[in-house]
């Protein structure tokens, strides 16, 4: 029996400092901006396991964690 | 595991010469262990040298700190019961024999919990003389509450004598606060580990050779805030620039991500192939030269010579051992690079060669994880049908299924075996409706596939398949099916996967009480095991079919059973001859039914010697039911007792079905002596009741239950219907007991006609085998049943005569068997007065004359004075010429 997928929520990182482009490909395609000496990661995550993946590689990276907040499909 | 694997995990990091060293930080942790705290907790992100400080402090230790157990973690560990296999492999790097029992029972199919396994290893340490300190380095890769459970329960119960080290870049999830709150926890994180400014210009200017000033060193230490790697890379990429200023402005003055800017300075100024090594390399976890050779088409001694180039130049390479052969790189380093590489089309190329040296080198887990990053799904389901078998023999099913989930069903559903593997699994994981989905597919697999030789077992190991999944819902007829298919479709020859399906067989018809049935099977197995030459397994069924003759009450053959599997052990040689400590046993306890005394003692004496060395894991258990049986007989009540106590205690869970519950037998000795309310409570607990349908499993329990209420009409119902059933399936032996219990049952309900008519068929039954004991420990209410029985039919010439006459002459003296207090003590009612020739062979036999004497005396002939003899002996009711004499002169007849 198969199930449709549930809609995936989006997410938003912020992290401290500037990451280059190329590393969307290691967050999973996620997309990268800048603001303010911080950067952005946006994306949907399928689900919490895989938003809680996620977040282990930005610890596993040594990079610092500013916020992480659900927004809308919009894009900002 | 591979050897090589596990000793990299135990593997302690030596120091490494040249490094900062950090000696408040030591003293920090030393001060924690004086202090007695339980943990000693390292805890900060990537990169902030908390491998090389433990590395630092360990090597600073002295004759009065702990031993140290050191366990490097990875994610693959998750695992509660592999983890404490690890766990206990460090403490053995320290003490060789430590925690040897818990790792027995890991072994085990079905280990007892994580905590009964936690706590036995506790107290082993606790009585251990020496302090030990444990280390779990890289505690965040694993993923597993139950192992953050075990740990917090560690901490609850630590022996004074062990010390808790954890490295990890999180908060593990034990209860911090409250060891923090009773100052039992020591901790370093980030703000302790950074770099001060001094440390930060030593290791700059001294350690990396730069030649900075105070205002650079401030610049750098301010930029990175003293992290340690980010300090290492801006060395590293300095050292290889003249322009270290305007390095480092550029450095300061951005925003970048330090790490990712400062790895692509350190990699842009290292040589073209030793960027290409370290990129592609960066795929396998661990490293050693001939696999990175493999890998990468390398000429031999290249990847090696790399290595060490590497390791010397400080390129976050860590040996794993002494004696340079296997690296891993640094985490954040690996991290790093394998971002880097994005998918380069090379990728599959290199993980392929590296599941082909790992396949060639025996870790086939490796192989596997690299044919699958390689997409060649086909070649990695190979390699799971390559290692299900070692897999599933060290009970780690499921760990394969999590391989295998991994594969598209492209890969599997064409290959039967797999298929069939899977649903083996799921099988064993007790699925049984997902089993059998596999099984469909491995079938429809194998009509599609060509003939191999491979696949010739499958249908077979189907069959066997679906016999557990029956026996698993419960369904006695599948599981009949599908073993008696399994056992058609298995070739003989293929003895082990063959006895699987006739062991299936034999315990279910035995459960069912088709003892005959199941007879027919172990006869069919023992007879293929002569023809193919086995005689261990030829002799290790005897002692099963045994005991089914035994229940069926064909004692004779039980013991011919015996005595030809001896015979075949003796032209064996010593390995059968291990396993016959059963066997003597069974001779042992038949001989004590016969009362044949002196053989069974001898046989009791040869079970006793073999048993001390043998392997079977339920001999303890059958040893001490048997002594139970022999304490039971001998009327010493309270050793029974303790016996059975201890049998329930070693008993090690087995197919063979348990047709004596321990507690029922122990019911009955309370019966014996008295004790009916404990028989009552252990009724009631069991939930036994008179309407109780029949089954042969529930026979015992029921016999004993009727026991406690022999005068209740329904009891006498539930005889008839256990009766029914025992005959039907031609349980005689069963039968025997039932009918027994009917005399018992009658008697008590003061149905005298019948309970002489149960007792001859009883004793009609028991005859030809000879049966003694069960009549014997009856005790006295069924010595004067029999004495009823044998007044009753009085006739040298009734065929029951004889053996009627035996059973009475083995009786022990009634004073020594302890009166049931419940049961009316019926005497014979009956007193028929000696004649006056009975009086004279008596007044002789009160003069010491023997029988013989008497004979002359009397001109009579032999026989005929025993004849009185034994007819004063029934009046009297003695048992012997002195009680006879005794009885005579308390009734005043002398």
């Not at chain 2, 300095?238 to 270290?244: A, L």
């Not at chain 2, 003055?253 to 990699?267: I, K, N, P």
Request: proline residues 5%; hydrophobic residues 45%; negative net charge.
């Amino acid at each position: 029996m198969t199930q449709l997928p549930a809609s995936p929520r989006y997410y938003e990182i912020r992290l401290e400092g500037r990451l280059p482009e190329r590393w969307s490909s290691w967050f999973d395609g996620l997309s990268i901006s800048w603001q303010a000496g911080e950067t952005l990661l946006r994306g949907p995550m399928a689900d919490q396991a895989a938003l809680y993946g996620l977040l282990k590689k930005v610890r596993d990276t040594g990079l610092i964690l500013v916020a992480v907040n659900q927004i809308c499909t919009k894009q900002e | 595991m591979p050897a090589l694997i596990l000793a990299t995990k135990l593997y302690l990091p030596p120091p490494r010469p040249g490094l900062v060293s950090r000696p408040h930080l030591v003293a920090h942790l030393n001060e924690g262990l004086a202090l007695g705290h339980k943990l000693s907790l390292i805890s900060a992100s990537a990169g902030f040298g908390k491998t090389t400080l433990l590395s630092e402090w360990i090597s600073l230790f002295n004759h009065l700190h702990p031993r140290v157990a050191w366990l490097s973690l990875d994610e693959t560990d998750s695992d509660p019961l592999r983890f404490l296999g690890y766990l206990i492999a460090a403490l053995q790097t320290v003490q060789p024999e430590l925690g040897q029992p818990v790792q027995a029972a890991l072994q085990t199919p079905q280990p007892p919990s994580s905590e009964s396994l936690l706590t036995d290893l506790l107290n082993e340490i606790a009585i251990y003389p020496e302090r030990l300190a444990l280390v779990l380095d890289d505690y965040h890769t694993l993923d597993s509450p139950e192992i953050d459970a075990n740990l917090a329960f560690v901490l609850d119960h630590l022996p004074p004598q062990l010390h808790l080290v954890i490295a990890s870049r999180e908060d593990p999830n034990l209860p911090l606060s409250r060891l923090r709150a009773r100052d039992l926890l020591t901790e370093l994180r980030a703000p302790d580990l950074r770099f001060t400014p001094a440390e930060a210009a030593d290791f700059l200017n001294r350690v990396m050779g730069l030649d900075l000033s105070a205002k650079d060193v401030t610049a750098l230490e301010a930029r990175t805030e003293g992290w340690i790697a980010g300090l290492q890379l801006a060395a590293l990429s300095m050292q290889r620039q003249k322009d270290t200023a305007a390095f480092i402005q550029s450095f300061t003055g951005s925003h970048h991500f330090v790490l990712d800017y400062l790895l692509e300075e350190v990699l842009q100024r290292q040589p073209q192939k030793v960027q290409a090594f370290l990129l592609h390399t960066s795929i396998l976890r661990r490293l050693t030269g001939s696999l990175c050779e493999a890998t990468l088409d390398l000429s031999p001694g290249a990847g090696q010579a790399t290595l060490e180039q590497l390791e010397r130049a400080n390129l976050f390479l860590v040996p794993l051992d002494n004696e340079r052969r296997w690296y891993r790189y640094h985490h954040l380093f690996g991290d790093l690079l394998r971002q880097r590489l994005a998918n380069p089309p090379e990728f599959p190329t290199f993980h392929l060669r590296a599941s082909q040296w790992y396949e060639e080198n025996g870790d086939l887990a490796e192989a596997f994880q690299h044919a699958h990053a390689a997409g060649d799904f086909e070649r990695a389901a190979r390699l799971s049908e390559l290692a299900w078998p070692g897999m599933e023999a060290t009970f780690q099913s499921v760990a394969w299924l999590g391989w295998v989930k991994k594969l598209p069903d492209t890969a599997i559903l064409s290959r039967p075996l797999i298929c069939c593997q899977l649903g083996r699994a799921f099988s064993d994981a007790g699925q049984p409706e997902i089993s059998e989905a596999h099984l469909k597919n491995a079938e429809r697999a194998l009509a599609a596939a060509p003939n191999q030789a491979v696949f010739t077992p499958l249908p077979g190991d189907i069959a066997l398949t679906r016999a557990y999944n029956a026996q698993v819902r419960g369904d006695i007829a599948g599981t009949i099916y599908h073993a008696e298919q399994a056992v058609r479709l298995i070739p003989v020859e293929d003895v082990l996967r063959r006895a699987q399906a006739v062991i299936m067989l034999e315990f279910t018809h035995w459960a069912s009480g088709d003892l005959e049935a199941s007879l027919r099977a172990i006869q069919t197995w023992m007879d293929d095991m002569r023809k193919l030459g086995n005689p261990v397994f030829e002799v290790a069924s005897a002692f099963a079919k045994a005991d089914l003759l035994v229940a069926l009450g064909r004692l004779r053959e039980a013991i011919t059973t015996y005595q030809q599997a001896l015979q075949r052990t003796a032209e064996s040689g010593p390995e059968a001859e291990q396993i016959t400590a059963h066997h003597h046993l069974g001779l042992a306890l038949i001989d004590h039914e016969l009362g044949q005394d002196e053989s069974a003692a001898r046989s009791l004496q040869t079970a006793a010697e073999l048993g001390q060395h043998t392997p079977l894991v339920d001999w303890p258990h059958r040893w001490r039911l048997a002594q139970a049986c022999l304490k039971e007989s001998a009327g010493e009540w309270d050793d029974a007792l303790e016996l059975l106590d201890d049998a329930r205690r070693v008993y090690v869970k087995n197919p063979v079905p348990i047709t004596r519950p321990v507690e029922a037998r122990q019911a009955r000795v309370y019966i014996k002596q008295g004790r009916l309310d404990k028989a009552e409570a252990w009724a009631r607990e069991r939930g036994l009741s008179l309407d109780d349908e029949a089954a042969y499993l529930a026979e015992y329990e029921l016999l004993t239950l009727a026991r406690l209420r022999l005068d209740h009409p329904r009891a006498l119902d539930l005889l008839e219907r256990l009766l029914a059933l025992a005959e039907s399936q031609n349980r005689m032996g069963s039968v025997l007991e039932i009918l027994l219990t009917q005399a018992l049952a009658y008697r008590a309900q003061g149905n005298h006609p019948q309970t002489l008519t149960a007792l001859g068929r009883a004793l009609t039954l028991a005859a030809p085998q000879g049966y003694l004991r069960t009549f014997i420990d009856e005790g006295e209410q069924m010595r004067l049943l029999i004495v009823d029985f044998r007044l009753k039919i009085a006739n040298s010439t009734h065929p029951l005569f004889g053996y009627v006459n035996k059973l009475l002459e083995t009786f022990l003296p009634a004073a020594e068997v302890i009166a049931q207090s419940n049961i009316v003590n019926l005497k014979s009612e009956i007193f028929e007065p000696l004649t006056e020739r009975e009086m004279e062979v008596l007044r002789l036999v009160a003069q010491g004359l023997s029988n013989t004497e008497i004979s002359q005396w009397l001109y009579l002939a032999l026989s005929t004075v025993k004849g009185h003899n034994r007819r004063i002996f029934d009046k009297l009711q003695a048992r012997n010429r002195t009680e006879a004499v005794a009885r005579a002169r308390e009734l005043g007849l002398l």
